[in-house]
Nanobody, 114 residues
């Protein structure tokens, strides 16, 4: 049984930082391409950052230079360091293996005020 638990969200002013965590059980992150997804108000969930099995990272253009995805294989946890936050970063953030469409966690709410 796969379980994904996201945490670390909150309310922050523009320009601030947050660090999101995603702990997994029932699936091994280190051998998968894992992503962070954002669901903004009124929008569908979209992939914003990913880290591949070999450690290669990819980001949505709007995040480059501000967000960093990383992974702790020993803890089976993926992180998203979010710096220089903007109001348009607001949304619920989820993690999952890229391409997987089931077993979503509850997500963690990020709200950036202007």
């Amino acid at each position: 049984q796969v379980q994904l638990v996201e945490s670390g969200g909150g309310l922050v002013q523009a320009g601030g930082s947050l660090r999101l965590s995603c702990a997994a059980s029932g699936i091994i992150f280190s051998i998968n391409n894992v992503g962070w997804y954002r669901q903004a108000p009124g929008s569908q969930r979209a992939l914003v950052a990913s880290i591949a099995y070999g450690g290669i990272t990819n980001y949505a253009d709007s995040l480059k230079g501000r967000f960093t995805i990383s992974r702790d294989n020993a803890k089976n946890t993926v992180y998203l360091q979010m710096n220089s936050l903007k109001p348009e970063d607001t949304g619920v953030y989820y993690c999952n293996v890229v391409g997987r469409t089931s077993d979503w966690g509850r997500g963690t709410q990020v709200t950036v005020s202007s």
